[in-house]
């Protein structure tokens, strides 16, 4: 059984566009992220929630939006697409009232713009 | 801004060699410091981790050792294995805020 799972693995989609990534953790944990790794292998954290809440929200643009329908599941709406938004978005998960720095993560959503 | 240095960015060692990946932080209020292992296509997984009451932590063939007044730490692989090969990100955190800030990855190719 997948810990973190997210779907779907791979998209490609034209510039201006709207798409959407969903996550799922069978792990209990209260914590949710998004995190984004560029072409550079770089990890930026973008989102968390704790039982649906939002605790972190980096300088990212409006048209990234999160919702947490409750704490096992964590989607990641994206609208009007554009080239710089290709990347791997991993999703994680974390127990919060155990958090020890270890994150979860999924196995990543591959976004291609054209 | 970049609070978490990584170096080299990528590294070839022999097998049976040792590989020493390096980081360096700015934040003094980070007080966890894992290392996290990724594998092609896959998301990265938690390997070792080290507080900065210690100075040394050895889990296997990995070993961190951690620098506090240089504020410093570097990941350790002794026996390096082709299975080893990699990109290794070390990463800082304050227990409690629950945001990790990854340094920006070595790729490491062990070579036979």
């Known amino acids: 059984d997948t810990a973190v799972s997210q779907t779907p693995k791979y998209l490609v989609t034209q510039m201006g566009n709207d798409k959407s990534i969903k996550c799922e953790q069978n792990l209990g944990h209260d914590t949710m992220y998004w995190y984004k790794q560029d072409s550079k292998k770089f990890l930026k954290i973008m989102f968390s929630y704790n039982n649906k809440e939002l605790i972190i929200n980096e300088t990212v643009p409006n048209r990234f939006s999160p919702k947490s329908p409750d704490k096992a599941h964590l989607n990641l709406h994206i609208n009007s697409l554009e080239l710089g938004d290709s990347a791997v978005y991993f999703c994680?998960?974390?127990?919060?009232?155990?958090?020890?720095?270890?994150?979860?993560f999924g196995e990543g959503s591959r976004l291609t713009v054209l | 801004q970049q609070q978490v240095k990584q170096s080299p960015q990528s590294l070839i060692v022999q097998k049976g060699g040792i590989s020493i990946i390096n980081c360096a932080y700015e934040?003094?209020?980070?007080?966890?410091f894992p290392w996290y292992q990724q594998f092609p296509g896959k998301g990265p997984a938690l390997l070792i981790a080290?507080?900065?009451?210690?100075s040394e932590k050895k889990e296997g063939r990995f070993t961190i050792s951690f620098n506090k007044s240089a504020k410093q730490f570097s990941l350790h692989i002794m026996d390096s294995q082709p299975g080893d090969s990699a990109t290794y990100f070390c990463a800082a955190t304050t227990l409690g805020n629950e945001k990790l800030t990854f340094g920006t990855g070595t790729r490491l190719t062990i070579i036979p």
């Open positions: 934040n003094t209020a980070f007080d966890y």
């Open positions: 994680a998960s974390s127990h919060r009232g155990f958090y020890t720095g270890e994150l979860f």
């Open positions: 080290i507080r900065p009451d210690v």
